[in-house]
């Protein structure tokens, strides 16, 4: 037995209980979204017309439904293809061609301006003066009108019959909306011919036949547009048929005078009516063009039959009407096509909201496309790129709630679910994929182009079927969109202008879609850079062997390490002892005490760090482990412990061993030569951006977590410093910052405990001083490091020259390599020596790194002298 909709609301609506169980059981989110999108559309829809009541006062409601709606989240709007392009209007299709091919959709950049009001006044002056003019002409003398008074000696007039007609187009020519000026048309012609009733025709045209049609019937001067409009159907006639018919297809005016005795008259229509038709007076409406846009008729003279003058009169202002009634039309029709656009946009607006998942827009998709045109079922096929062959690797398959409720009761019956709604037609569907052609079945019973095999497996009947292909913006066919049967009190299929609608709709379909994909793609990806990372962090870090032997050792004191000297040599150590003098430091400045830091754990992050360094000439970890002995120096004999707080040293002893984390031998500008993908991620302090990330990265590897005891607030600002602390080793960044400290050293206005820009400059130029605090080694150690420089100078200008085929600058180019010590006697007076000066007026604990810079000067200056002389002899 097969239950009609109707017996099964029936059904639902006396079994209250069990429906709502089932609701609560079986509802889905988009069915329950479908009902709240379909209820606030009812809701909008008595909003407008309560609005639209008060369209013709002063007082007018928002002129769009955006503007009513401003901010609401856009809900699955269901609308009928028939209120956003009726049949008779023959807009173009959306979706055109531009100059290079592609599709394009164009929608308008404002909103259109709403209807002009009508102005009353003017219809109640007319109907004050309404004055049989030619059958009761005023008295003239002299050549002059002369006033004719009014019965109600209230007003008088002076009237002639171009200034009447004159006065009646300018009634009409600010309408915009084509059934009230049809209607104002059809009272002023009541007016002017003094004629019992009047009707009016319209020309529109469906599939290539013309018709006439009217909503406005037996208007006359004193009715309303509420009481003429038909209510239920137009009145629809073909040309040729009737009197309004054959005006329209031959354009000649009928003046009939008796219509019961002309064969062309139907008298069935008084017969119904009751209302006896005596004269007919019928005239094309013609637009500037000469084009007939519609039949205006009038009935029943109230005295006589309609004469000659008649249709003079009636001619003439007629021809005013057939510009305003064209104008009317194109105003319908943009302000369809700005709904039409509107309605799309907002489709779009949904499609986009999410597309973080496939299957998600998929659901909006078919969702909207059942719901916009009206459709039982709907399907997305989607091509396989990579294997051709393979067809449609996805399918997507969606049925109109109505169908939805069927087959679940069907499925109750028999105990089947599992069985496919929608058919995939691989015999259309694979015909619209390769060939990019739309396939629009409108009788699936008469196809004989396509087999429907499908139907008697699934257990429904295919009626009509719309099938578009659905492209990327490279025109390329992304799948299918395959929609199936129209609800029957939509039409029996699919027509054009569900195909335009449809059309456009693709096309950010399509953008959905490749949208959609990219994510996913990308989330792939950010996934297996994860696992990338993972696996690198994991060979970043320092096997706990190496870091719990470091642990279990014995640390020696830093006098035994000489770490309290300005004068280290970290060549007496080994590379193990210098993680365990890097341990001592951390300890004799209490930080593990202080921020309750595991001395296995620093142990792990010291090994790792070690780690992370490459082994090039010059910026290894050597270089990190001095630059932190500086520090370290700095603050314990220099004067630092009590202008710095254990914020501040924690960051500076942090910052000078990572400062150049996975350095590789090459500076800034030769990452940027090179367009290294750092240089495109960070443009300015590159490879400083680099050595932080670096340190960030090992900061949070798992058992390396030295800050992991800090709160929120703390671990940010210690971040913080050390940020800016390992930026600040940029050369580039010094020279902007070296000024302000000149110059607070100068004034002598320093306030470092309470001045925090001060303090910021100060931390900026103490890790430069560490980083280059080689050159106030002693002379045999800084000769040492001033080669090693050198020597990875070199070895980049050897890069930039041999395969960038650039000539290296000076300190870089190895022929030039016997200037090294005039070149390090430039980097003295211009970098090191200002800088150590400050520096040395700032703490007297500072100054013995100014003697030991002056003191190398000395070297250098003297190996200066004895290269020159030598070059001169």
């Known amino acids: 037995m097969v239950l009609d909709e109707h017996q099964i609301e029936a059904w639902l609506d006396d079994h209250p209980d069990f429906t709502f169980d089932y609701f609560l059981r079986k509802a889905t989110q988009s069915m329950i979204n ?84 009508r102005n009353n006044n003017l219809g109640r002056k007319l109907k004050a003066r309404r004055i049989s003019h030619w059958h009761n002409p005023p008295q003239i003398k002299n050549g002059t009108d002369v006033e004719v008074e009014e019965g109600d000696g209230n007003s008088t007039a002076v009237i002639d019959e171009r200034d009447m007609i004159m006065e009646l187009v300018m009634d009409i020519a600010m309408d915009l909306d084509v059934t009230s000026v049809s209607h104002r048309i059809l009272q002023n012609v009541s007016i002017l011919l003094e004629a019992d009733r009047c009707s009016l025709f319209l020309v529109r045209e ?37 009197i309004a018919g054959l005006v329209a297809l031959t354009g000649n005016t009928l003046n009939i005078p008796d219509a019961y005795k002309d064969k062309r008259f139907n008298q069935n229509v008084d017969q119904k009516t009751g209302y006896k038709t005596k004269c007919i007076l019928c005239m094309p409406i013609k637009d500037q063009g000469k084009r007939i846009v519609g039949v205006a008729q009038v009935i029943n003279k109230n005295q006589g039959v309609f004469t000659l003058k008649d249709e003079k009169i009636f001619a003439s202002y007629l021809g005013f009407c057939g510009i305003a009634i064209h104008n009317a039309q194109i105003f319908e029709k943009i302000q369809l096509e700005n709904r039409r656009n509107e309605i799309l946009l907002d489709l779009a607006r949904c499609l986009f909201e999410e597309q973080s998942s496939l299957s998600i827009v998929m659901e909006t998709i078919l969702t909207h496309s059942t719901s916009l045109l009206s459709c039982e079922r709907a399907s997305v096929l989607l091509a396989d790129p990579a294997h051709p062959e393979n067809l ?70 295919t009626r009509s079927l719309l099938c578009i292909p659905i492209r990327d913006s490279l025109r390329q066919v992304l799948g299918v969109i395959q929609l199936v049967n129209k609800m029957p009190k939509a039409g029996p299929y699919f027509t054009q202008s569900d195909v335009q609608i449809l059309e456009a709709f693709a096309i950010f379909c399509g953008l959905g879609i490749s949208n959609t994909r990219m994510y996913e793609e990308t989330a792939r990806l950010a996934a297996k850079q994860q696992v990338i990372l993972e696996v690198l962090s994991y060979h970043a870090v320092a096997p706990p062997t190496e870091s719990l032997q470091l642990t279990q050792s014995e640390i020696p004191s830093a006098k035994s390490f000489d770490l309290l000297s300005y004068g280290f040599d970290d060549s007496l150590l080994s590379d193990y002892d210098t993680m365990r003098a890097t341990v001592r430091m951390f300890i004799d400045m209490n930080i593990p005490e202080k921020f309750h830091i595991n001395i296995g754990t620093l142990s792990r992050w010291v090994a790792s760090v070690k780690r992370n360094y490459r082994p090039v000439r010059y910026h290894n970890w050597r270089h990190a482990f001095n630059v932190c002995q500086s520090a370290f120096c700095m603050i314990k004999i220099g004067g630092l412990l009590n202008v710095f707080n254990d914020y501040e040293q ?3 002893l942090i910052s000078c061993l990572s400062h ?19 240089a495109r991620l960070y443009s ?8 932080y990330n670096q340190c960030l990265m090992l900061l949070q590897s798992d058992g390396c977590e030295i800050l992991s005891h800090l709160s929120s607030t703390e671990y940010a600002r210690v ?60 002379w045999s150690v800084q000769k040492k490091v001033a080669e090693q420089v050198a020597e990875e100078f070199f070895e980049q200008g050897d890069i930039e020259k041999n395969k960038l085929m650039q000539e290296p600058i000076d300190m870089m180019n190895r022929k030039l390599k016997h200037k090294l010590p005039n070149m390090q006697v430039g980097f003295i007076d211009s970098i090191c020596l200002p800088l150590y000066e400050a520096l040395s007026k700032t703490s007297k604990g500072l100054k013995p790194m100014l003697d030991g810079c002056l003191d190398n000067r000395r070297h250098w200056k003297e190996m200066s002298q004895k290269n020159e002389a030598g070059t001169s002899m």
């Not at 928002?62 to 809900?75: C, I, V």
């Not at 001067?221 to 003429?228: A, C, I």
């Not at 300015?684 to 050595?691: L, N, R, V, Y």
């Open 34 to 117: 479908t009902w709240l999108a379909d209820r606030v559309i009812r809701i909008a829809a008595d909003e407008r017309k309560i609005s639209d009541a008060f369209t013709t006062g002063d007082d007018r409601p928002p002129s769009s439904a955006s503007e009513a709606s401003a901010g609401r989240k856009t809900p699955i709007r269901k609308i009928s293809h028939e209120d956003i392009n009726p049949n008779y209007l023959p807009l173009k299709p959306m979706v055109s061609t531009n100059e290079q091919g592609s599709l394009s959709f164009y929608a308008p950049e404002n909103q259109s301006p709403p209807t002009p009001r």
């Open 206 to 242: 469906k599939a290539g036949e013309k018709f006439l049609v009217s909503r406005l019937f037996d208007v006359n001067k004193e009715s309303t547009l509420e009481d003429n409009v038909v209510k239920q159907n137009e009145i629809r006639i073909k040309f040729g048929q009737g």
């Open 392 to 461: 449609f690797k996805k399918t997507f398959e969606h049925v109109s709630d109505q169908v939805a409720l069927e087959s679940k009761l069907e499925n109750l019956q028999n105990g089947n679910s599992n069985k496919r709604k929608v058919p995939f037609n691989i015999a259309i569907t694979s015909f619209v994929q390769q060939t990019g052609q739309i396939v629009n079945v409108r009788d699936a019973e008469k196809e004989t182009k396509f087999q429907f095999v499908e139907d008697e497996e699934l257990g429904f009947t």
């Open 650 to 652: 924690l960051a500076l």
């Open 660 to 678: 150049d984390l996975d350095h590789r031998g090459t500076n800034n500008a030769f990452q940027a030569k090179i367009e290294h993908p750092l």
């Open 684 to 691: 300015t302090s590159t490879m400083e951006h680099h050595h």
């Open 719 to 778: 971040i913080k410093l050390v940020q800016h602390a390992i930026i600040s080793t940029d050369l580039a960044v010094y020279f902007k910052n070296r000024t302000a400290f000149f110059n607070i050293v100068k004034s002598g206005a320093r306030d470092w405990a309470n001045n925090e820009i001060q303090r910021d400059v100060l931390r900026s130029v103490v890790i430069t001083g560490c980083d280059i605090a080689g050159i106030t080694r002693p």
